[in-house]
């Protein structure tokens, strides 16, 4: 049986970088190479969101709109999130926006980041997903 992936997308309504995130991803996943993952919207201005927001636990609510990739456990058949490879190393694609400890990434607003989550950052976050799934 193949891994499958849950990415928990978290934004809010009429957020203008919420929406190209929602936009991208959608775009991304709707290639039959991004098959075994799955994407969950979460409005955090909605109790639902907001309550899976808390549960993630990791994300800061001043980098939305965010993302957190996870595995599904057998078991429990819940997401599990997975643990970012490199724990608080930039790359040079996803530079700040990596999540320190789980694999995701969240709207960098400095300068330097430009407040964007590119095609290419979350082309890397996937591969990186299936890369810490492999035996």
């Given at each position: 049986m193949s891994t499958r992936y849950r990415i928990d997308v978290f934004g809010k309504e009429g957020c203008d970088k919420c929406k190209t995130l929602n936009r991208r991803l959608d775009k991304l996943l709707a290639d039959e190479a991004w098959a075994d993952f799955e994407k969950?919207?979460?409005?955090?201005?909605?109790?639902p969101g907001i309550i899976a927001f808390?549960?993630?636990?990791?994300?800061?609510?001043?980098?939305?709109p965010a993302l957190l990739i996870s595995t599904w456990d057998a078991a429990t058949n819940t997401p599990r999130p997975l643990p970012n490879p490199a724990p608080g190393q930039p790359d040079p694609v996803c530079g700040k926006s990596r999540f320190y400890a789980s694999l995701g990434l969240q709207t960098d607003y400095s300068e330097?980041?430009?407040?964007?989550?590119?095609?290419?950052?979350?082309?890397?976050?996937?591969?990186?997903?299936?890369?810490?799934?492999?035996?």
């Amino acid at each position: 049986m193949s891994t499958r992936y849950r990415i928990d997308v978290f934004g809010k309504e009429g957020c203008d970088k919420c929406k190209t995130l929602n936009r991208r991803l959608d775009k991304l996943l709707a290639d039959e190479a991004w098959a075994d993952f799955e994407k969950q919207y979460h409005d955090i201005e909605t109790e639902p969101g907001i309550i899976a927001f808390c549960e993630a636990e990791c994300l800061n609510p001043q980098r939305i709109p965010a993302l957190l990739i996870s595995t599904w456990d057998a078991a429990t058949n819940t997401p599990r999130p997975l643990p970012n490879p490199a724990p608080g190393q930039p790359d040079p694609v996803c530079g700040k926006s990596r999540f320190y400890a789980s694999l995701g990434l969240q709207t960098d607003y400095s300068e330097s980041g430009r407040g964007v989550i590119t095609p290419d950052m979350l082309t890397t976050v996937l591969r990186d997903a299936r890369a810490a799934t492999r035996t």
